[in-house]
């Protein structure tokens, strides 16, 4: 098993749209709907953002949305502001283990 | 509102064995359909899933990591526990406990750093 693969980092300008994307296979993203997604700032615990995909726990704003197509998925943060600055990570199941992505970088210019 | 704690050594000698607790509060882990999972960051690296145990006593492990780990539970205590034996340096890491998913992990312990070296 191999890590879910994402970019090293992405930035943008406050107020603007980011995406980060997540590949797997199809023995992972592909095959099931559980994929989650978590932001952690320097020194802290990860905070869990979108889960089964695209679902929004109770509390995370609604500029986090979530997405998946094929064996691959999506976290796009809209109407970035400072306090998204962190590592972000997505998650999925993968038949009785669960992979973690390598980390995104996100830097809000 | 369920809250997780991490305890154990913050120091373990080359090919000893890690030994964490997870002390579970405000619920109880026997009565609600949670994985109880352990998840690692190595410094300045992302992060590892280790493995989780069901309520039901199931158990799920990394294939890279299987021969060295065992996660149980114990009710009586309301924790669940990590044992990695075998261990060098490359084990050293922050160690998180987290639920309730096998990959929805919505609540999550403060973690806990354990370096390995002698």
């Known amino acids: 098993q191999s890590a879910l693969t994402q970019p090293a980092s992405v930035s943008g300008s406050p107020g603007q749209s980011i995406t980060i994307s997540c590949t797997g296979t199809s023995s992972d993203v592909g095959s099931y709907n559980l994929v989650s997604w978590y932001q952690q700032h320097p020194g802290k615990a990860p905070k869990l953002m979108i889960y089964e995909g695209s679902k929004r726990p109770s509390g995370v704003s609604n500029r986090f949305s979530g997405s998946k197509s094929g064996n691959t998925a999506s976290l796009t943060i809209s109407g970035l502001q400072a306090e998204d600055e962190a590592d972000y990570y997505c998650c999925s199941y993968a038949g009785s283990s669960t992979l973690f992505g390598g980390g995104t970088k996100l830097t809000v210019l | 509102q369920l809250q997780l704690q991490e305890s154990g050594p913050g120091l373990v000698k080359p090919s000893e064995t890690l030994s964490l607790t997870c002390t579970v509060s405000g619920g109880s882990i026997s009565s609600s359909s949670y994985y109880w999972g352990w998840i690692r960051q190595p410094p300045g690296k992302g992060l590892e899933w280790i493995g989780s145990?069901?309520?039901?006593?199931?158990?799920y492990y990394n294939p890279s990591l299987k021969s060295r780990v065992t996660i149980s539970v114990d009710t009586s205590k309301n924790q669940f526990s990590l044992k990695l034996s075998s261990v060098t340096a490359a084990d050293t890491a922050v160690y998180y406990c987290?639920?309730?998913?096998?990959?929805?992990?919505?609540?999550w312990g403060q973690g806990t750093t354990v370096t390995v070296s002698s």
């Open positions: 145990i069901y309520y039901s006593g199931s158990t």
């Open positions: 987290a639920t309730p998913g096998i990959a929805t992990l919505d609540v």
